[in-house]
């Protein structure tokens, strides 16, 4: 994604979020008092931060195209890179995504809120040790000290928070 | 004075105390360094030990855990940019990028070492000017709080560089973020979607997202590049020669943190993140600022351990908490018989005394324990990320749920987290949001209370002097960062045309 496509984004993203707030979320979800005696109501404040997100939300929108074409007019036209069509076999494929960052990032999401899901329904100790492993497994550790590690670590938390700090765990 | 020096030392240095005041500061540093808790449970936690402890053991071992854990909350900042407390969050800014470089050892030690001075300065402060201070400190009202938060939140223009249309944004969003909850001036509800929200979102759990969740994400990108490969890693701290020639910085930056904590109600957030702003603002290297200026971690550490002598100055000089952890300290006291006010500093001298001077003692041993620290803790930058990741999953997801004991903290975290790294990926900064989070509570609460004040006339904020001036600096704060931007990039244009045309 290149500058002027993140600016974009950014700036619709905000533009419709301000708009968003302004006339949807503020009216129903901001409960205001019919006799106020304060000279400020509850909305002040959110309409002021809703209205300046409008407002830089619309100028990163503007100025992003702006320089996109002023950049488009120094280079030429423009000229785009032709794509190169992919070849590789599914398998190939797949090979060459569990090796990839997205790989990553979507494993280390999807336990993240796996550990969220299990947190209430199997307690800390199984919920912790079961999503540690399960990176691990993901990231494809081979080193049999670091399943020992994490286990271990889940247990020291457990005994740390509970035992010594007090905190009822789940 | 030197007659009641002489008898507090002789009560200060016995070996109980001394015990009991390093045994505060190791749990305080363990808590602080926890994500999600904070030096408030800390103190709340060891509280209960002292009823059954003498008057002078028992409050030194509280301020061992009160000065331990806003130290120790800087060391998961430098080391996995995961601020053990909301104070440290300036910290990460710098501290991270110095331990990610191999520089860990420096940034701890660094940072150690500006805590200790902060921490000492405003000892000093609170054993010879205290009664003073605290009568200037008194003379704020809402509108001198809503002009120094505004000050503190023109920060997001100097920390988003290049970026100041997405920073505003960002600090717009954090705003948005601050209002959640029970209006604090109506008593209504804002933003409300389910009952969790009436007590708005803490920010803890909300900083472990944004900068902790987003960082695991963002992390494990490296998995397979970084995978069996150990990362560059010293030990080596800062050199004396080196830290002493920042000593402008750091008195400044105390002084900006003594300053606040002496008045009720701030808190080391917002000093650290004034303190770090004022540094940025005066250096001559503004652009390297968030990517490992030791002036920048120094700057906040000094600061927000300036803040803990401070904030017992309103209490024990008037009595008057100025915040949660004092607010438990004064049950504390209370517990041992010292009701802290004027009349205490007038009928017992020795006991406010030696209560001031174990804080300057607390601080000194934090520097020896710190060190200690230090070493262990600079290892592990050498873990590997794959290994890494699964720990850190685990301490941050148990810190979002610890702080309140809530599920529903963990599922705001995460929340929090996927928000933090999609901003990321539209290279919009997070640092804005968290500051606006902390600052936009204040600001709104105390604008609206100096409207009412003022019977609706918005020109009470022009016409008392401490506010006017910090008005003026706000709006200069706020300005010169993007007039500077428009300067340089006209100056690069027109050079870049010279080139051409030549």
Known sequence: MNKYTKDKITGLGTLLFGLAMLWYIIPNWVVMKTANLNHTSPDTFPRFASWVLVLLGAFLLGQAFYNERLQKHGDGNGQEAATKKDERSFGDKFKAFISSDTYCVLMTAFTILLFDFLLTRIGYIKTGCICSVLLLVAFRSKKWYHYVIVIAFTFFLYYLFSKVLLVKMP | ?502
């Open chain 2, 1 to 502: 004075m030197l007659e009641i020096l002489g008898t507090v030392a002789s009560d200060l240095f016995t070996w109980q105390n001394i015990l009991f005041m390093n045994l505060g500061l190791f749990a305080g540093i363990i808590i602080g360094a926890l994500p999600g808790l904070t030096a408030t449970l800390g103190v709340a936690l060891l509280m209960p030990m002292t009823f059954g402890m003498k008057m002078v053991p028992g409050i030194v071992l509280l301020l061992g855990v009160y000065c331990g854990g806003i130290y120790g909350g800087s060391i998961t900042a430098i080391l996995i940019k995961t601020p053990g407390t909301p104070a440290s969050a300036a910290t990460a800014l710098d501290g991270y990028p110095l331990a990610q470089e191999g520089r860990a050892g420096y940034a701890l030690d660094a940072a150690l070492k500006a805590s200790t001075f902060g921490g000492i300065f405003s000892a000093f402060v609170l054993i010879f000017v205290a009664p003073q201070v605290a009568r200037f400190a008194l003379t704020f009202s809402a509108v001198e709080y809503f002009a120094l938060s505004l000050f503190g939140l023109t920060i997001i223009s100097s920390i988003s560089g290049k970026n100041q249309v997405k920073g505003l944004i960002s600090g717009m969003l954090g705003l948005l973020v601050s209002c959640i909850g029970i209006d604090p001036i109506n008593g209504t509800s804002r933003f409300v979607f389910r009952t969790d929200l009436l007590a708005g979102i803490d920010v803890i759990p909300a900083m472990i997202g944004l900068f902790a969740i987003t960082e695991i994400i963002n992390k494990s990108r490296s998995v397979f590049k970084e995978a069996g490969i150990m990362q560059k890693f010293s030990s080596k701290g800062i050199p004396a020669g080196e830290f002493w020639s920042k000593i402008g910085n750091l008195l400044r930056s105390s002084f900006i943190g003594t300053f606040i904590g002496a008045v009720p109600g701030t808190g080391a957030t917002t000093a650290s993140f004034l303190a770090y702003n004022e540094a940025k603002r005066v250096s001559k290297s503004k652009e390297t600022f968030g990517t490992g200026n030791i002036d920048g971690l120094m700057a906040s550490e000094a600061a927000n351990n300036g803040v803990t002598g401070a904030t017992l100055i309103p209490l024990l000089t008037l009595g008057i908490p100025g915040d949660t952890v004092t607010a438990i300290l004064l049950g504390a006291f209370m517990m041992q018989g010292v009701t802290p006010g004027p009349l205490l500093i007038k009928n017992n001298p020795e006991t406010i005394y030696t209560i001031m001077c174990s804080l300057l003692v607390v601080n000194i041993f934090m520097l020896l324990q710190g060190k200690f620290f230090v070493r262990i803790f600079a290892n592990v930058t050498r873990i590997p990320v794959a290994l890494l990741i699964p720990l850190l999953v685990n301490l941050c997801m148990l810190g979002s749920y610890a702080g309140n004991n809530s599920v529903f903290d963990v599922k705001l975290s995460i929340i929090f987290g996927i928000i933090g790294y999609i901003l990321i990926l539209l290279d919009v900064p997070l640092t804005p949001m968290v500051i606006a989070m902390v600052l936009g509570d204040i600001c709104e609460n105390n604008l609206r209370r100096g409207v009412a004040m003022a019977s609706g006339s918005y020109m009470i904020f022009f016409k008392r002097p401490i506010s006017l001036v910090l008005i003026i600096i706000s709006a200069i704060s706020l300005l010169y960062p993007m007039v500077r931007t428009l300067i340089d990039d006209a100056r690069a244009k027109k050079n870049r045309n010279g080139e051409k045309s030549e």
